[in-house]
């Protein structure tokens, strides 16, 4: 019986998994995105996530710990570089898991694994800032801010109007004295 065990072990040994997900998790950072088999892109997301979450941290400590799982150098570098900036402000759901249907030969289901802030398809353009913080469900914060720019719109613009209504009206006279 497997009651609780939670880990997808692949068909593979501890030490052979271990090895696949980090060779796995090497390929991500260099390529940003990679494909695979549905069930091993599940696994990776499992034991790739929690990298770039340490990975946010830049101190010594964390780049030890990351490097006892992927054992390259250059991956780290890359991944406190670039992918860290990238991700900073995003509070999980590094990867993104596109199916891609099956695989001829041995009907494997095939997936796709990528980041997402390095898809200029789906994400934002590099034009564009990043976008405030979500809003609450109950809408309290973003509802008393709308109610003040509501207020604020509606003293600048009767003033305005008043400002323009003499000079409209001064107009209106000068033409019938022609």
């Known amino acids: 019986m497997r009651h ?82 990238k991700v900073g402000g995003r509070p999980g759901g590094y990867t993104r898991i596109i199916k891609l249907g099956i695989r001829h030969g041995d009907n494997a289901e095939r997936a796709l694994i990528e980041l997402v802030d390095f898809n200029e398809v789906y994400g934002k353009s590099k034009d564009e800032a990043k976008e405030p913080a979500k809003k609450t469900r109950r809408g309290r914060t973003s509802a008393k801010k709308a109610v003040a720019a509501e207020e604020q719109a509606a003293e600048t613009v009767p003033a305005a109007t008043a400002e323009a209504a003499p000079a409209v009206e001064e107009k209106a006279e000068e033409k019938p004295a022609e």
């Open 4 to 85: 609780g065990d939670k880990i997808n072990n692949l068909g593979r040994t501890a030490a052979h998994r271990k090895a696949l997900l980090s060779n796995l998790s090497i390929e991500l950072i260099a390529h940003k995105r990679i494909v695979t088999t549905l069930a091993k892109a599940k696994a990776l997301r499992k034991y790739f996530e929690p990298l770039v979450t340490k990975a946010k941290d830049n101190t010594t400590h964390q780049r030890r710990l990351i490097f006892s799982y992927l054992q390259d150098k250059e991956a780290v570098a890359e991944l406190f570089g670039p992918i860290a900036e």
